[in-house]
């Protein structure tokens, strides 16, 4: 994405659902969502997290990130 | 150099000739840059086993966290002493840098064990996505200590994930690196709401009040399952510690590093660290202790997060059983001049799907992770002797470059050598590396001045 503005907006909504995964557990742990209800909720936030982050595109990697290797 | 040698080694010089010139000042990058490589980095499949086996082991709560803290800070002290200033001052990869030191011969050696190494590890991250898949096709997860495959439903599975794994590997290797960045945070957050919806089902009450009785009592109680062996403090920091032994001790990460402007940049691997081997470690504890400590991480992330938790450890398998293969195949090849990559790319594939039907690969994880550290450590030992010890002791550096030789014999005998010492040593596997490592300064030290001496 090149529009510097869409770009941020995707960004913060891809935030927002990542936060959003990270309170629907703190909700669970409370005791005031039920299990079903977090799953589902969280199984939407993750959609969501992908689809903002895969739209808002990447930075060009940098040359250090690219010599990353696997580790256990 | 014989012939054959010749053609290998300048087949396997042209694989890597992009990285043959040291960075340029131009090129370093920023303390920032660093920050968020490593933030990224330390969240795969292996840490839903791992955590998870210091519960089986019987490891007590009070020793994990102090195992892993200091095993950490340990790791990063290894980056950040070892590592990084090497990695500064010559601006190259371990690969050209060894090429210099134990000539073109013993990097090719190191190259076939370390494709050979992480064909391994691919097959244990598709195994632990298997667990997830199966799940859904209700195929039960081979018991603790199995070795062989237990059903022709997990073969079949390990085999349907494999062939997947390897033909989007070889389709889009880019895409999905691409891709295991985007999916590298949301994984990470996984760990910790898998973990944190998990408490209550353990009794944790909503106001923290009894965390510590629970964790003492029902996660981290210091009782092993049956069949396991029981683990400590120093279990645990020792493991923290060689996790990455090959990055760091080993060197592997000069690769990383030679783009650092300082080498107390290595100080920003605590970022990854501290969040992948030890915030997912503790939160894979806490989810194997909900499902009755079954070692079944397909499971454990189901149970706490539900479908996204299956997604979660199959995605976390696929994103780092991905580059595994990649650097598998890319270390392969020299091997195989000529080879186009998809082929090359296929044959580790095949192999690492053949493995992965092993399920002792996954439920041996932390044996594992220990020799493959074990393995390599030596190399590390031998550079760092080369590059810190000889012109203190006024030995000759880089004498295979000079000299021209396909092989240094004293690098050679004392790779192999540690090795073979080290396998007999009378303490436990993961205590095993660090006498090593001395055994190996040392004794190339000592071969390389003999030969100064005749």
């Known amino acids: 994405m090149k529009n510097p503005v869409l770009r941020a907006t995707m960004g913060g909504l891809a935030l927002f659902s990542l936060a959003a995964c990270l309170g629907l557990a703190l909700l669970i742990f409370l005791g005031r969502v039920s299990d079903a209800t977090y799953k589902k909720a969280f199984l939407a936030a993750s959609v969501l997290w992908f689809v903002f982050s895969i739209l808002r595109g990447r930075r060009a990697q940098s040359p250090a990130a690219a010599e990353r290797q696997p580790m256990p | 150099m ?46 839903f086993v791992i955590g998870a086996f210091f519960v089986l082991h019987g490891v007590g709560a009070r020793d994990l966290l102090w ?72 195929i039960p997860v081979p018991e603790l200590g199995a070795v062989l495959p237990s059903s022709a439903g997990w073969v079949l599975i390990s085999i349907v994930l494999g062939a997947a794994f390897t033909t989007m590997a070889i389709l889009g290797f880019e895409k999905l690196s691409r891709f295991a960045e985007v999916a590298s945070p949301w994984i990470f957050v996984v760990f910790v709401a898998g973990a944190l919806a998990a408490l209550p089902r353990l009794g944790v009450r909503p106001d923290f009040g009894n965390f510590w009785e629970v964790a003492t009592t029902k996660i981290w109680n210091g009782i092993a399952v049956a069949g396991q062996e029981k683990f400590g403090f120093w279990h645990v920091l020792s493991f923290a510690w060689f996790c990455n032994l090959a990055m760091h001790v080993g060197l592997s990460d000069m690769a990383i590093f030679r783009y650092a402007k300082k080498w107390t940049y290595g100080l920003y691997t605590a970022f990854g660290m501290y969040p992948g081997h030890m915030l997912a470690w503790v939160a894979s504890g806490i989810m194997v202790a909900a499902i009755g400590r079954e070692m079944h991480p397909g499971l454990m992330a189901f149970e706490a997060v539900g479908v996204a938790g299956v997604a979660g450890v199959l995605l976390a398998g696929w994103t780092t059983a991905n580059p595994t293969l990649y650097r598998a195949g890319l270390a392969l090849q020299t091997i195989t001049p000529g080879w186009p990559r998809w082929k090359i790319t296929l044959a580790a594939g095949t192999a690492t799907t053949i493995l992965a039907c092993f399920p002792v690969f996954f439920l041996k994880l932390l044996d594992y992770v220990a020799i493959y550290g074990l393995v390599l450590m030596p190399i ?8 810190w010890v000889f012109p203190r002791l006024k030995i000759e550096q880089y004498q295979a470059e000079k000299r021209g030789w396909a092989f240094n014999w004293a690098a050679l005998a004392v790779w192999l050598g540690t090795l073979a010492v080290a396998f007999v040593l009378p303490v436990h596997l993961y205590f095993r590396w660090l006498p090593g490592w001395f055994i190996a300064l040392t004794a190339y030290t000592g071969l390389m001045a003999a030969r100064r001496t005749k």
């Open chain 2, 380 to 387: 590390g030992a031998i550079v760092v002797a080369e590059h």
């Open chain 2, 67 to 138: 195992g892993l803290l200091l095993g950490n800070l340990l790791a990063v002290l290894s980056w950040t002493f070892l590592c990084a200033p090497i990695a500064v001052r010559t601006r190259l990869t371990l690969y050209w840098y060894l090429r210099k030191i134990a000539g073109p011969g013993v990097t090719f050696i190191y190259n076939i064990a370390n494709a050979f190494l992480y064909c391994i590890l691919a097959g244990a991250m598709i195994s632990v996505s298997a667990t997830a898949i199966g799940l859904l096709f209700g």
């Open chain 2, 2 to 47: 014989p012939a054959g040698w010749t053609r290998l080694t300048a087949a396997m010089d042209k694989l890597y000739e992009f990285d043959r010139e040291a960075v340029t000042p131009d090129k370093l990058q920023s303390g920032g840059k660093f920050a968020g490589l490593f933030a990224g980095e330390h969240v795969a499949a292996t840490e």
